[in-house]
């Protein structure tokens, strides 16, 4: 084989191997009646492409179709009757395993792809039942080979043959009474028998003898129930369920079945009633205007669907951006079930919508909104500046404390000794005068006064016949020392000097006096108070013996950690 029949054999393999997963096209829904005439059980196995894929298991069923009993749905191609004719056999897949020699009614439809593909036969009941073979009794070890095993999804047997009987023999004689004979998986598999009795009897007063629960606290009939009514599309089955959540649910599917609103009538959640409602175009209360929030779950605090006209955006789990004229998924998780709503396809990108959310609108050649212009407005006049008042030294005798409001201030420290400051802002020069040794700013001079505007002229007020009394003068305010005065001086608590007559290290108290400066040992409660300037442990010390007092503790650490250590030495040797 030369190169090139090799290169062509190779090119054939990657053709083969692309195509796949070609949907199968649509067809009809058609209602059948028809017997079966074998089942067998295929496992799950890989897809015959070798794309990777897994053919899901299932039963295929020989069948007969006896009888087409018209169109369900119309859709693709094709009739019913040239699908399915009287008379033809053909395979069905189906999910669990049917009785052979069964006759039985339900809905066929062709779907699925290249991988899985088939006939699926659904929403059946048992039409007729074969009676057990002569001389092989239910009760004794089964050996018909009509009746088979029935497994479940993951393999395991569902129900066994003999319980399968027993659901024949239930079915053949309309009579519930075999259905309390299987003892296998007893639950599932009577469930299984009184819904079919009750469906091929047409009689849901079977599903009233289903026995036990769901361990959940679900009975079973109400499971019965269920099936029966959704099958056939009966609300007075949904009304015998005992469960509220089923029963609304049971509601709710028929309606949307028969597309009838009258049935969500009989929801009795009202917010449940409602979305059965608006599933079918139907819509109650008040709708959310653009630009408001809409909610399908917190309904009590929003409504529930946009005004007609407007698209319901769901801004509450929409965490896609617009990045460079693209809109970029961020994989971002958000589960807040509040929307809003927006007038998307007018053709202008309002403001909630972007290139994510509304392309159509927001896309490069949509003219988005103008916005609004402010036009300049012309600049405010300044007023003339008043000269400020000379300072004459009148703010440097405050500290920052107690600076006045006319007087500029800034953070000082009293002493520093060191390089080791004290904690407080009152220290020499902390309160000054502004710039240009004023007192205070410059002041903007008044503005021109406007003519007063014209009032009417009042009738003059009768005077009174006993003279006002004189008011006393108001003396001029003073502002008074918040401190110690000394020498015309007004210095701020804590403030450390020197006694102007004997010279005298002193300090300002909170008292208003001038106090002199305590020694080592005496007791203190400020740095001020000690010419040290160091209070520790309310007396005032120096810095050598707090220097001292630490060492001390070191020492006495040291030695309790080497006490610790030749503990531990001894034990491990």
Known sequence: MNHQAITLFV?????????????????????????????KFIPAQPCP?????????????????????????QEGEGTCEGIYPDGAHQEF?????????????????????????????????????????????????????????????????????RDMCYIVQAINTKDASPCQNIQYNQQQ?????????????????????????????????DFCYRDYATVFNDPAACAKIQDLPMKNECFSKIAANLNNPSICEKIEDRQMGDICKENMGIHSGKCAQEGELFSKVFRDQYPSY??????????????????????????????NPVGTCIRCGNGICDPKETLCNCPQDCSSNIPTIPQPQIPPQPPIPQPPMIPPAKCEQRCEQFRYSYCPPVCAKACVPSTCSGGTCTADCDGPGSCFCFPNNTIT??????????PPIPMPQQPPMPTPTQPIPAQPPIPPATMKCQG???QNRCLPYGTRTRAPESGTPVFCSIDGAMQ???????????????STNTCSDSKCSSIEERIGGLEREVKEQRGLLQTILDFFKRIWG
């Open 306 to 335: 946009c005004c007609p006209g407007l698209t319901e955006w769901p801004s509450g789990m929409d965490t896609r951006r617009v990045e460079n004229g693209k809109c970029i998924e961020t994989g971002m998780l958000s589960g």
């Open 516 to 530: 002199p400066q305590r020694s080592n040992g005496e007791e203190c409660q400020n740095h001020y108070e000690c």
């Open 49 to 73: 492409l070798g794309d990777g894929r897994e053919v899901s298991q299932r039963y295929l069923a020989a069948v007969k179709i006896m009888q087409n009993l018209g169109t369900v749905n």
């Open 11 to 39: 090119l054939s393999l990657l053709i083969l191997s692309t195509v796949h997963a070609v949907p199968a096209a649509p067809s009809p829904s058609c209602k059948v009646k028809i017997v079966i005439n074998d089942v």
């Open 484 to 486: 110690c005065e000394i």
């Open 441 to 450: 700013p410059p002041i903007p001079a008044p503005m021109p006064q406007q």
């Open 93 to 161: 897949t189906i999910t669990e395993n049917l009785v052979k020699g069964n006759i039985y009614v339900g809905t066929v439809q062709s779907s699925g792809d290249e991988c899985n593909h088939g006939s699926y036969f659904t929403n059946y009941y048992v039409s007729e039942a074969p009676e057990p073979a002569s001389g092989a009794g239910c009760e004794n070890e089964y050996t018909d080979n009509r009746f088979q095993d029935e497994l479940d999804a993951s393999g395991q047997i569902f129900i066994k043959a």
């Open 189 to 221: 598999a009577r469930l299984k028998c009184y819904y079919k009795v009750a469906a091929n009897t047409k009689d849901p007063s079977i599903c009233e003898k289903t026995p036990g629960d769901n361990g959940g606290g679900i009975l079973l009939k």
